[in-house]
């Protein structure tokens, strides 16, 4: 059983959990390596997937990641991600969720109904500070961006390391549209377009931003970033452009990191 005031203890294991369309999933991630300690813990997300419904899912991980032996104790702090913008504890953006969560106090909701602090980040943002930390981003001074390529496009912006939450790349309008209605890992299965198809609108996609920003990597993240052999290979751009290193895992991390960040128990 971990001791009351493991909390307060610098670098001790947190619960990240991320909240994604089909699924909720958590660990306990060891801060110091950016890996889980135990098993990942999945729950199917309810459909429809409302702000009450989708706490009580996020409960139920919780509580089952608890009777893990390296779980934290129970009143510490829980980092959360969320598909949308996430401002001040609140939602501000629902492109791909359930339009009922515009403007919910998520942290509140969720610090009330698990009975311990909650913070929420987007779960681009979440990535991209696992991979500043931990993965193809470690290290790399000036600007790196994080695209993840799934339902929607998400984006993070790192820079030396820290990130500037909600850049809201994916819905940049390229060409008259909404730039993750056409260029998502989901709008080339539902356009059933080839990786050469595909791959002209991600260079349309990653020159458009490079020109935009210059940074000095682009880190390409989501479920396709273990394809990435079929797809970056085609892509011209000055900026070296690589795939995540913690794959399904990222936004797990980055939640844990991001809650042990404002509660000071990593640097
Ligand atoms: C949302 C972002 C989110 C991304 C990936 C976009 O539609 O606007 O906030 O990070 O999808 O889930």
């Known amino acids: 059983m971990a001791k009351k005031d493991d909390k307060t203890v610098k670098n ?6 991320d909240i994604g369309g089909t699924g909720i999933k958590g660990g306990v991630v060891d801060l110091k390596k950016g890996k889980l300690l135990g098993d990942r813990v999945r729950i199917p997300t309810p459909q429809p997937a409302t702000p009450a419904a989708v ?4 409960a139920q991980v919780v509580q089952e ?22 401002q001040h504890g609140m939602v501000l953006s629902a492109a791909n969720v359930d339009k009922s969560w515009l403007n919910t106090d998520i942290d509140g909701m969720l610090t009330a109904r698990l ?7 987007n779960d681009a943002d979440a990535a991209g500070l696992a991979e500043a930390r931990f993965g193809a981003g470690e290290n790399v001074k000036g600007t790196v961006l994080v695209i993840t390529l799934g339902t929607g496009i998400g984006s993070a912006f ?7 939450p909600n850049a809201e790349l ?15 890992a989901v709008a080339r299965e539902r356009d059933g377009l080839s990786w050469e198809e595909y791959s002209v609108l991600l260079q349309r996609y ?9 940074p000095e990597l ?41 809650i042990a960040l404002k509660h000071k128990l990593v640097k």
């Open 115 to 121: 009975g311990r602090p909650v913070e929420v980040i």
């Open 158 to 164: 790192i820079f030396n390391g820290k990130l500037v």
């Open 12 to 17: 001790a294991p947190l619960i990240g959990i």
């Open 206 to 214: 990653f020159s458009h931003v490079e020109f935009l920003f210059s």
């Open 218 to 258: 682009f880190i390409v993240g989501g479920g396709i970033s273990k394809r990435s052999d079929e797809y970056l290979p085609r892509l011209k751009l000055r900026t070296p452009i690589v795939p995540a290193v913690l794959k399904n895992d990222a936004g797990i991390v980055g939640a844990a990191v991001e």
């Open 55 to 58: 706490a009580e899912v996020v």
């Open 170 to 184: 994916g819905h940049l309008e390229i060409d008259g549209f909404d730039a993750e209605t056409k260029a998502s």
């Open 65 to 86: 990641l608890s009777t893990q032996p390296h779980a934290p104790a129970p009143d510490s702090p829980v980092g959360v991600t969320f598909p949308g913008i996430i």
